[in-house]
């Protein structure tokens, strides 16, 4: 069975530095493209950052552009989302989804997705 897992969130302080997993199985996740997205409520979709497969070549919304990185770890089927500088604005339940193309504009391309991890900042 395909499935893949986000792990990492939580009560985060601002300024705070959180690292989200996304562990895969049934399948290698280096034979796609892995798209982070978040959503908050009353709110579209939005893609945070994804990573090719392969090539590995990185994506990242403006919003998080220097402030987030996306990573692979191939031994360990899991990419990773580590998350620095956080304000209240990145609230939001985050998603990880696997496709055959890297986009942060059409989550409908994503084959996979995750369960999600609700990330919350506040003091």
């Known amino acids: 069975q395909l499935q893949l897992v986000e792990s990492g969130g939580g009560l985060v302080q601002p300024g705070g530095s959180p690292r989200l997993s996304c562990a895969a199985s049934?399948?290698?996740?280096?034979?796609?493209?892995i798209g982070w997205f978040r959503q908050v409520p009353g709110k579209e979709r939005e893609g945070v950052s994804c990573i090719s497969s392969y090539s590995g070549s990185t994506y990242y919304a403006d919003s998080v552009e220097g402030r987030f990185t996306i990573s692979r770890d191939n031994a360990k089927n899991t990419v990773y989302l580590q998350m620095n500088s956080l304000t209240p604005e990145d609230t939001a339940v985050y998603y990880c989804a696997a496709g055959r193309v890297a986009t942060l504009d059409y989550p409908n391309l994503y084959d996979y997705w995750g369960q999600g991890t609700q990330v919350t900042v506040s003091s």
């Open positions: 049934g399948f290698t996740l280096d034979d796609y493209a």
